[in-house]
């Protein structure tokens, strides 16, 4: 049987014990999650069904302000300063979010707004 897991499909082992049916699917998770954590990248990036972002293609906020400041010809190197920290490790992406190279995607139930 096969197990999908965003563009990732998992070939698990079938299982010939009788289980409820939540149960097997619990036990075929848990044996396509151990078959992925000893893969490689390369081994990974094989079984991917179709295209994926990579992360490294990801520019961060700083990589991003950088290259919009150099084509601007401006120098903003007193802005960077102070937001250097989280800047560096906050990307924003628009596309398709289950092409991304990530191991997770979590999604915020509730936004909080304050007026």
Do not use: C, F
Not at 17 to 22: A, H, S
Not at 61 to 83: A, P
Not at 87 to 104: C, F, M, N, P, Q
């Amino acid at each position: 049987p096969l197990v999908s897991l965003g563009n990732l499909q998992l070939k698990a082992a079938a299982s010939h014990t009788t289980m409820y049916p939540g149960n097997k699917r619990k036990k075929l998770w848990r044996e396509g999650k151990e078959r992925l954590l000893k893969m490689t990248l390369e081994e990974r990036r094989k079984e991917y069904l179709g295209d994926y972002v990579a992360l490294k293609a990801i520019p961060t906020w700083m990589e991003d302000l950088k290259s919009k400041s150099e084509s601007e010809g401006e120098n903003t190197k007193e802005d960077l300063q102070g937001k250097k920290s989280l800047s560096e490790k906050v990307s924003l992406y628009r596309g398709d979010i289950t092409l991304l190279e990530v191991d997770a995607i979590v999604n915020a139930g509730r936004w909080l707004n304050i007026l």
